[in-house]
Each structure stands twice: as structure tokens, then as C-alpha cells.
């Protein structure tokens, strides 16, 4: 079942992708997939390696220790149309949109964790992932921030 779930997401993520970064901003969004992805492996890297989450059943699991499925699409494609939610607002209402991201998916890896093998929570709880979840939306739409700001005062454009 884990599997089929892994190639369902892994298929979802292919079929996303294009509708992802499909807009003018097309550059930004592939900063914004990159350091998301960068953002993430390094993040897991240390939980994984710090046993407060494990992943028994991943793609490449002889290679990788994370789930590089969820690190490097899956969360990067989402970042993506964070951004774009969020690209024009105001702190404080990106900071209630978060809420709209990190509410959810807290909830859900919450209850995949109890009801799947796809990870385990050792020294985690769903109070981490939400955590972690702001952390990294709220650095990537800061770095957008410093594109956005760079952009304007760049002369190549």
C-alpha cells in the first residue's frame, strides 16, 4: 500500500510540476523549488540522522536516508504555490495564510504517521512538524522577498 502511495505521489508531483511554475515569474519559482528542495534535504538530513524521524519505506532507501520524494518535489512543489498565494500580500496576512499550509499538513502527516509506514515519529510530534512547516515556508517567501527587492533595483531586467 506504502508503495503505491509513494508512485501516486511521485505521479501527482510530475503532473503539478508544469502548473507550478507556469506563470511570468517563472524564474522565481524555480528559486523558490530549488532552495525549498535544498531547504529540506538539509533540514531531514538532520532529523533523520538525529533518530526523531525514520522512513521506512522511501525511494532509494540504499542511497538515501529521507524520503527525497517529499524533499525534493513534493515539498518544493507546494512551496511554489505558496508563494504564488502569498507573492503580493502583507506580513500579516501571509502570516495567517500559513495557517492555511501548516495546519493541514501538520494533520495529515499526523494521521499518516499513526495510519502508514511511510515514517516513523521517534522523538517528533505533530507540534514539530508545524514548526518546521512555518520555518521553511516563512525562509522561502523571505528569500522571494529579497528577489522581489533585488529584481526591482537590477538593471538586467
Known sequence: MERLMIRGLFLLCVS??????????????????????????????????TGRVKYPIRPMPKIFSTNILYDLFFFPILSIFWVRQTYHDKIPYILLKSLTWSVPMSILQWFMEKKTDLFEWK?????????????????IRALVGLVKKFSKHSSLE
Request: glycine residues 2%; without cysteine.
Open 16 to 49: 503539478l510540476f508544469p502548473f507550478a511554475v507556469k506563470t511570468p515569474k517563472y524564474k522565481e519559482m524555480l528559486i523558490v523549488f530549488f532552495s525549498k528542495g535544498v531547504l529540506s534535504i538539509l533540514l531531514d538530513t538532520y532529523v533523520v540522522n
Open 123 to 139: 522523538k517528533w510530534s505533530i507540534l514539530h512538524t508545524f514548526a518546521s512547516v512555518n520555518f521553511t515556508l516563512f525562509t
